[in-house]
């Protein structure tokens, strides 16, 4: 594989604004109340007074070694060579969910398309096209630059000026936070 790209979530920005989970839906047509692509997750930490909140946008890991890929008997789970970015062959996919039970991160959804039912959840904007910048939709609607997509190297370099790390699995994801 040439070079592995990601996300890196920047925890100390987002504001669970959700304009990345809408610029997605909207890009990609998804109807509301359907599946999510993306995310955001919120986390707890402590007791009042001194509560801590934290806002992570989330979506497919593109893992290292994806459980996904493993658990198609299609082979409809592709993970490009030149990116690393896990996709979905809508050709191949039988919509048969062994990849929904083997993703660690709870990641597959799926959607009726063209009669069938197939899994559907983040390719970064590949099926679309990114924007000018090289960038999923999501990235470019972030109006606080908590989210970032690329190269993974310039990720963990941007996660740990932050104090932040990669997101821990046994399949090993493309994502870093802070």
């Known amino acids: 594989m040439a ?3 990601g996300f890196y979530v920047d ?4 504001i669970k604004c959700w304009a990345c989970q809408v610029a997605c839906k909207q890009w990609h047509g998804i109807k509301a109340n359907t599946v999510a692509r993306r995310e955001v997750k919120e986390t707890v930490e402590g007791t009042f007074p001194n509560v801590k909140r934290k806002f992570e946008s989330l979506s497919c890991m593109h ?4 459980a996904c890929f493993g658990a198609c008997p299609q082979g409809a789970i592709e993970k ?4 690393g970015i896990v996709t979905v062959n ?3 996919c039988i919509g048969d969910k062994s990849c929904a039970e083997a993703c660690p ?13 197939v899994m559907d959840k983040c390719d970064t904007c590949l099926s679309i096209g990114r924007n000018e910048d090289g960038n999923p939709h999501c990235v470019a609607a972030c109006p ?3 989210l970032h997509f690329g190269p993974l190297a310039e990720m963990a370099k941007l996660a740990a000026e932050k104090g932040g790390k990669q997101m821990e699995g046994e399949t090993v ?5 802070s």
């Open 173 to 177: 994801p493309s994502v870093y936070v």
């Open 11 to 14: 925890t100390s920005r987002c």
């Open 90 to 92: 809508l050709e191949k």
């Open 63 to 66: 893992c290292e070694k994806p």
């Open 80 to 83: 490009r060579a030149d990116d």
């Open 3 to 5: 070079e592995q790209y």
């Open 144 to 146: 606080l630059q908590a």
């Open 105 to 117: 991160f709870d990641v597959p959804e799926f959607i009726e398309r063209d009669g069938k039912t």
